[in-house]
């Protein structure tokens, strides 16, 4: 089976610190897209960061960065700076191409602190 | 429209009762995808839609699930004698086709949050 493990049900990070969410996945496709998305307390899914599986080169985006290691099937989500906005629910995710379903993780829950 | 649309916002049933959830995909996006989120956060895919057409529907309990994408309608989702496991937020999300190695992101709707009582 496919899968996605989230390790970290929560994490707490002080606010313009740093924190790491970590994720693995299994899937034995070569190809495939990997993602992170944001949940705030709304429901509403907010992408952050995505990463094609065949590009070597981690994705970023402002205060948001992933450490894509292939091999390792690892998916981590690096929040600089972070801010009071940023807490939330984060899920990895992936699929496997144009109109395969995603595959979530059990996400984890980010608290920021003063 | 440039947003995934999804009515309604809340809808509450008692057990054995019908639930019909709908959702307006952004426009141009052939693909119709609807997950169920438990109370645990966890996501379950049900169905997958290429325009009106099931692409994949591995996800669905069949007996008392189902789903249309019809022409010029909003999509829907049916669940007939609802049961209280059914209680969860319905996502409908929409994508692009797109040729080539792409990321074919798929874009959400606010949810419905359907509660059995």
């Not at chain 2, 999804?6 to 057990?15: D, I, Y």
Request: proline content about 4%.
């Amino acid at each position: 089976a496919q899968t996605v493990t989230q390790s970290q049900p929560e994490m707490s990070v002080q606010e313009a610190e740093t924190v790491t969410l970590s994720c693995t996945y299994d899937t034995s496709e070569s190809d495939y897209y990997l993602f992170w998305y944001k949940q705030p307390p709304s429901r509403q899914m907010i992408l952050v960061i995505r990463q094609e599986a065949y590009k070597q080169q981690n994705a970023t985006e402002n205060r948001f960065s992933v450490n894509f290691q292939k091999a390792a099937k690892s998916f981590s989500l690096k929040i600089s700076d972070s801010q009071l906005g940023d807490a939330a629910m984060y899920f990895c995710a992936y699929h496997t191409g144009t109109a395969s379903k995603l595959t979530f993780g059990t996400g984890t829950r980010l608290q920021v602190t003063l | 429209g440039e947003e995934v649309a999804q009515t309604p916002k809340h809808l509450v049933r008692g057990e054995g009762q019908k639930a019909k959830l709908y959702c307006a995909p952004i426009k141009g996006h052939s693909y119709v995808f609807w997950y169920q989120q438990v109370l645990k956060n966890e996501f379950k895919f049900l169905i997958s839609f290429q325009n009106e057409n099931v692409f994949d529907e591995t996800g669905m309990p069949k007996e008392r699930f189902s789903a249309k994408c019809l022409p010029n309608s909003p999509c829907s989702l049916e669940i007939q004698a609802t049961k209280l496991e059914d209680s969860a937020v319905y996502f409908c999300a929409s994508s692009l086709v797109a040729s080539g190695r792409v990321s074919n992101e798929q874009f959400f709707g606010p949810g419905t949050r359907l509660t059995v009582l």
